[in-house]
């Protein structure tokens, strides 16, 4: 069996080591590949977890030690070989590599399927000058990546024992880097789209200053290269090593900064800021959308002008809130886990049951990045109409706008066929000669159409 385990704790296992797959807390990032680790007492890792109680620094010290182990070692062993190592078989283990085969495969095509109808209907003609549309078509670009650098990865291990980690240097660092960065890139894409929809909400004055195509692609770029800047290091402090064949820290140094200080940088960027602002966002959100709902109450003749924004406000916080309840399972996970570890997960057919639990999470969280096209089309009735009108085999046209616009579009500079019927409900009080003259402009119109 080979690992991802750094050459000194691969060196380090005793034949009493006891081994455990456990997947690698890249806390919101797509972490969910299996690595090994030993929980012998004479190992440093059990050393250092089981002072996880000794006092309040050791208690941090210990969550870092323990989280940058799963993070910095990728497991190359597919789930099918745990009976190998375990010397015992359990129904966990056989149903854990089941999910993997069957589920995962399923997941990355509806996936993938989905996002891409996704990004053809927010491209419409009447959807993508909307900013919040250019921000979810980046959302779902994101998400095709996420599950094909990080589900496909773990099914290729699973199903025909593939580790692309291992065929090369540049294979080893690109899988470390997009491992972390696609994940960052999809939930910030969400959070930039949150925000851009509060802004719009609670402040609709200013959002024509402050929402426009040009700072949205602005902030599109920004968040790229953001992002991006933060996973290089992965190209110089990760390398294949090639005497045992596992994707590895480089030096000492890059050791020190994976396993002490980058666990802290991404648990800030992938899941402290983000849910924060989420949060804050969406509250802001739902005040303001039902303090409003109740002023056009009272106001029937401004419904009609509200109704894209409110439909693409609620399939914004359904999409927010949906991240939210798929991926906090896996974080509640991880941050227990420490404290399972000794507990729970102590016995081997614990460790069988740790194992299910962590797939069926980390599946859950990869359902997040697959499922916004369904969410958009339950929640978005503009949406919807959208995308039904790309099968339609007729000439698309706005909705409740259909004969006026076509007139607009031959008369009076793209103003004429609108405002014939709203001057002719105004002059229809005026008396008969400007009847008649309100008829005569309807007569052109319906010439022209």
Known sequence: MESHAGRESVGSISNKSEYSFVETNNTNAAMFDTSV???????????????????????????????????????????????????????????????YRIIGPLIIGFGTFGNILSIATLCQRHMRNSTS?????????????????????????????????????????????????????????????????????CLPL???????????????VIIFLIMSSLNLHFFWTYTRVTEDCVCDTANTQSKVFIE??????????????????????????????????????????????????????????????????LTTPVQVFFIGLPQWIHTSFATSHGKAVKRLVLATLSLLFWCNNAINFVLYCVSGRR????????????QRSVPSYNSSSKGSNNNNGGLGGVSTGTVTTSLASRGSSLMRRASNASVVNNTIL
């Open 37 to 99: 680790y030993y929980d012998s007492k004479d190992t440093t890792l059990g050393n250092v977890t089981g002072s996880f109680n000794r006092s309040t620094s050791s208690e941090t010290e210990s969550y870092v030690a323990h989280i940058t182990k799963w993070m910095s070692s990728l497991e190359t062993t597919p789930v099918g070989n745990i009976t190998d190592i375990s010397h015992e078989e359990y129904i966990e283990d056989e149903v854990t590599l089941n999910m």
């Open 133 to 201: 549309c250019l921000y979810l078509i980046a959302v779902a670009v994101a998400d095709i990546f996420v599950l094909w650098t990080g589900l496909m990865y773990r099914v290729l291990l699973n199903i025909a024992e593939i580790d692309l980690a291992k065929t090369g240097d540049i294979a080893c660092k690109l899988r470390m880097f997009t491992l972390y960065f696609c994940p960052m890139l999809s939930t910030w894409y969400l959070v930039a789209v949150t925000a851009d929809r509060a802004v719009c909400v």
């Open 206 to 220: 200013r959002s024509k200053r402050l929402s426009t195509r040009r700072k949205a692609m602005l902030v599109i």
């Open 260 to 325: 002490l200080v980058w666990p802290w940088v991404d648990l800030v960027v992938t899941v402290g800021i983000p849910f924060v602002t989420l949060i804050t966002c969406n509250c802001l959100i739902i005040f303001k959308v039902v303090r409003n709902s109740r002023f056009r109450r009272s106001h029937m003749n401004v419904k009609r002008s509200k109704d894209n924004t409110n439909s693409m406000t609620i399939m914004l916080l359904t999409a927010s809130f949906s991240f939210l309840i």
């Open 383 to 394: 949406f919807r109409r959208e995308f039904f009108a790309i099968f339609r085999c007729r």
